[in-house]
């Protein structure tokens, strides 16, 4: 047709036989007679599919779904549990799932505190990959059957998840509630449950609040403490010697590479809160005990406080029924939702929010794709080979470790102060943070589409180095690392001892030694962790023979570290020098201890 209409003439028609051949070279020489109007009738017909499609599609699914190669199941349980009580009742999930032909691998993972990415109440996780998808059934059936096997476990909730498809990541469905009234936020999370669990088709909603709980605060009446000759920070080591102890110095093994921690604290069987009432304190007036000026109050638990952009948020997130279509179930939520009142904000991300990426993407492709193929019809041997636009932006992840601060010390006096420095960083797009109540903040700092990542990390590396002198003491001496890295998995190793020789201690230690290092090493890798115990040197204390010998706790720290510390002594004979000297010497002092004997020989007291 193009041709014709510009000015050639079609090949005569070859005769055939007649049928139905014969009538398409017919209806071709008919097409070819007028050309224009084939052209102009194939440009409607297109038109018409189109707006068609328009009229009656079924929506858009950008990202199908497929069958996975591997699952997983989140186990989640309220209350204050230890980590062995949160071990068994993963363990008793295991039992019911192990054996199904269909899973090819399990590795199973209880958690003491979950991260970021998991909900508050999720006590672990077990990741299985199956067979090959011609060997087994659909992993629906599959999860339903392990639904099935685990529906009579009391006191659990288990959510069972596919293999993520496309470039999201969690549940498709993500809402993210702000506002400058927390209880506001909490009563419209509430709502949007409801019409949630009213609309249908939303299932395993879930969102990121503070499950309730518990926290002790210990509150000092500094008038009473000063007459008593004691201060805030005299009773904090005393009550740290009941938690995680004191940190004095830290200490490298022979056989290790990493320094380990120091920590003096008081025996198991003394780490009570009822001990904290007996607790004496060692002042200038002699022993008082520290319930003449503390007392000790329950409130309500602060687990993590999260924010985005500066403003608390909450975030909700759901699963899409297995009939259920994500654009028209957004649309009648997003009908139910039209009265928010003045300082409360939703945000919709998730799946949705790449959807709309990805079609805005898509159209400009389009577009620049016809003018391409118009300008490459004129200039077909020099057109060049372009590249796929990077869509993703690139992200910088901060860590930093506060051991002992509660989730809001932690966002007051770490997080808000790099967010702040971080504010006017060149390309910055948001930064989300959470501050955990076991003393870890990770900040997600994300740049523009485009912004050099190696660049970007100079610049967050610079804010983080000029708000150090602001942070704790404590904060600084753990490091405040920077790594440019996602925050999900690529692999996760298991490493076991075939002959139980080695505990989850010595295998830890080998990992950090021989492997770690290796897969650093290996282009592209952005962070290697080690979920296992570290190495530590710990001092007890016996408090019955402190108060004897009229010790406290600050006198002991002062001894260790002073009988600890690596001292750089100089030359003999370095610049300036006397005329006529001719050998330097070093000077060594041997400062740090090598093994337990010798912390075991501190002079406490002289």
Same mark, same amino acid.
């Given at each position: 047709?193009?041709?014709?209409?510009?000015?050639?003439?079609?090949?005569?028609?070859?005769?055939?036989?007649?049928?139905?051949?014969?009538?398409?070279?017919?209806?071709?020489?008919?097409?070819?007679?007028?050309?224009?109007?084939?052209?102009?009738?194939?440009?409607?017909?297109?038109?018409?599919?189109?707006?068609?499609?328009?009229?009656?599609?079924?929506?858009?699914?950008?990202?199908?779904?497929?069958?996975?190669?591997?699952?997983?199941?989140?186990?989640?349980?309220?209350?204050?549990?230890?980590?062995?009580?949160?071990?068994?009742?993963?363990?008793?999930?295991?039992?019911?799932?192990?054996?199904?032909?269909?899973?090819?691998?399990?590795?199973? &993972?209880?958690?003491?505190?979950?991260?970021?990415?998991?909900?508050?109440?999720?006590?672990?996780?077990?990741?299985?990959?199956?067979?090959?998808?011609?060997?087994?059934?659909?992993?629906?059936?599959?999860?339903?059957?392990?639904?099935?096997?685990?529906?009579?476990?009391?006191?659990?909730?288990?959510?069972?998840?596919?293999?993520?498809?496309?470039?999201?990541?969690?549940?498709?469905?993500?809402?993210?509630?702000?506002?400058?009234?927390?209880?506001?936020?909490?009563?419209?999370?509430?709502?949007?449950?409801?019409?949630?669990?009213?609309?249908?088709?939303?299932?395993?909603?879930?969102?990121?609040?503070?499950?309730?709980?518990?926290?002790?605060?210990?509150?000092?009446?500094?008038?009473?403490?000063?007459?008593?000759?004691?201060?805030?920070?005299?009773?904090?080591?005393?009550?740290?010697?009941?938690?995680?102890?004191?940190?004095?110095?830290?200490?490298?093994?022979?056989?290790?590479?990493?320094?380990?921690?120091?920590?003096?604290?008081?025996?198991?069987?003394?780490?009570?809160?009822?001990?904290?009432?007996?607790?004496?304190?060692?002042?200038?007036?002699?022993?008082?005990?520290?319930?003449?000026?503390?007392?000790?109050?329950?409130?309500? @638990?602060?687990?993590?406080?999260?924010?985005?952009?500066?403003?608390?948020?909450?975030?909700?997130?759901?699963?899409?029924?297995?009939?259920?279509?994500?654009?028209?179930?957004?649309?009648?939520?997003?009908?139910?939702?039209?009265?928010?009142?003045?300082?409360?904000?939703?945000?919709?991300?998730?799946?949705?929010?790449?959807?709309?990426?990805?079609?805005?993407?898509?159209?400009?492709?389009?577009?620049?794709?016809?003018?391409?193929?118009?300008?490459?019809?004129?200039?077909?041997?020099?057109?060049?080979?372009?590249?796929?636009?990077?869509?993703?932006?690139?992200?910088?992840?901060?860590?930093?470790?506060?051991?002992?601060?509660?989730?809001?010390?932690?966002?007051?006096?770490?997080?808000?102060?790099?967010?702040?420095?971080?504010?006017?960083?060149?390309?910055?797009?948001?930064?989300?943070?959470?501050?955990?109540?076991?003393?870890?903040?990770?900040?997600?700092?994300?740049?523009?589409?485009?912004?050099?990542?190696?660049?970007?990390?100079?610049?967050?590396?610079?804010?983080?180095? @000029?708000?150090?002198?602001?942070?704790?003491?404590?904060?600084?001496?753990?490091?405040?690392?920077?790594?440019?890295?996602?925050?999900?998995?690529?692999?996760?190793?298991?490493?076991?001892?075939?002959?139980?020789?080695?505990?989850?201690?010595?295998?830890?230690?080998?990992?950090?030694?021989?492997?770690?290092?290796?897969?650093?090493?290996?282009?592209?890798?952005? @962070?290697?962790?080690?979920?296992?115990?570290? @190495?530590?040197? &710990?001092?007890?204390?016996?408090?019955?023979?402190?108060?004897?010998?009229?010790?406290?706790?600050?006198?002991?720290?002062?001894?260790?570290?002073?009988?600890?510390?690596?001292?750089?002594?100089?030359?003999?004979?370095?610049?300036?020098?006397?005329?006529?000297?001719?050998?330097?010497?070093?000077?060594?002092?041997?400062?740090?201890?090598?093994?337990?004997?010798?912390?075991?020989?501190?002079?406490?007291?002289?």
């Amino acid at each position: 047709v193009l041709g014709a209409l510009s000015g050639g003439q079609p090949s005569p028609q070859a005769q055939g036989n007649g049928g139905p051949a014969q009538a398409y070279r017919r209806l071709l020489g008919q097409l070819l007679q007028r050309p224009g109007l084939t052209l102009l009738g194939m440009l409607a017909l297109i038109a018409a599919i189109y707006l068609t499609y328009g009229r009656f599609n079924h929506g858009v699914e950008f990202f199908p779904e497929v069958e996975p190669e591997s699952a997983q199941i989140q186990v989640r349980a309220r209350g204050d549990l230890s980590i062995e009580e949160k071990d068994a009742l993963v363990q008793r999930v295991e039992q019911r799932v192990l054996g199904m032909r269909e899973v090819k691998a399990l590795y199973a &993972r209880s958690l003491a505190q979950p991260d970021g990415q998991l909900g508050a109440d999720v006590i672990g996780t077990l990741q299985f990959q199956f067979v090959d998808w011609h060997e087994r059934r659909p992993a629906r059936d599959i999860l339903a059957d392990m639904s099935q096997r685990t529906a009579d476990i009391p006191g659990l909730m288990l959510e069972f998840r596919k293999q993520e498809q496309g470039p999201g990541g969690g549940k498709p469905v993500k809402l993210r509630v702000s506002a400058s009234d927390m209880a506001l936020a909490d009563q419209w999370v509430e709502r949007i449950r409801g019409e949630m669990q009213q609309l249908g088709g939303f299932v395993d909603i879930e969102d990121d609040r503070t499950l309730p709980g518990i926290e002790w605060r210990v509150r000092v009446d500094r008038e009473a403490a000063a007459r008593f000759g004691a201060d805030v920070l005299s009773v904090g080591n005393a009550v740290q010697m009941l938690t995680n102890g004191l940190l004095l110095a830290t200490y490298r093994p022979e056989d290790a590479t990493d320094e380990v921690d120091i920590r003096v604290r008081f025996p198991q069987s003394w780490r009570s809160l009822d001990q904290l009432g007996r607790l004496t304190l060692n002042t200038s007036a002699g022993q008082v005990p520290l319930s003449n000026f503390v007392e000790l109050h329950p409130a309500q @638990r602060v687990g993590t406080l999260r924010r985005v952009d500066g403003e608390r948020s909450i975030t909700l997130q759901t699963d899409l029924a297995e009939d259920a279509r994500l654009d028209e179930r957004l649309r009648a939520l997003r009908a139910s939702l039209t009265d928010l009142p003045d300082g409360v904000t939703i945000t919709f991300a998730g799946e949705d929010a790449d959807q709309r990426e990805a079609a805005n993407f898509l159209i400009t492709a389009f577009v620049v794709a016809i003018f391409i193929c118009l300008a490459g019809l004129l200039a077909i041997p020099s057109l060049p080979v372009a590249q796929y636009p990077n869509v993703a932006p690139p992200q910088i992840m901060i860590y930093a470790t506060y051991p002992g601060a509660s989730a809001t010390i932690l966002n007051e006096t770490v997080t808000s102060l790099i967010e702040e420095e971080l504010n006017g960083a060149k390309g910055l797009l948001y930064y989300e943070s959470s501050s955990s109540s076991n003393g870890m903040a990770e900040i997600n700092v994300t740049f523009e589409p485009g912004t050099d990542i190696a660049r970007a990390q100079v610049d967050v590396q610079n804010a983080v180095a @000029r708000v150090e002198p602001l942070l704790p003491q404590s904060v600084v001496d753990q490091g405040v690392l920077i790594e440019e890295a996602g925050t999900g998995f690529l692999m996760m190793v298991a490493l076991t001892s075939d002959d139980g020789s080695l505990d989850d201690i010595a295998l830890g230690d080998y990992l950090n030694r021989n492997v770690v290092g290796e897969i650093r090493r290996i282009e592209g890798v952005g @962070r290697a962790q080690v979920f296992a115990p570290e @190495r530590a040197l &710990r001092i007890w204390v016996d408090p019955a023979k402190m108060t004897g010998l009229n010790l406290s706790s600050a006198e002991i720290v002062a001894a260790v570290r002073a009988q600890n510390a690596q001292v750089a002594a100089g030359k003999v004979g370095a610049d300036p020098n006397p005329i006529g000297q001719q050998l330097t010497a070093t000077v060594l002092i041997k400062g740090q201890l090598d093994d337990v004997d010798e912390f075991g020989k501190i002079v406490l007291r002289a």
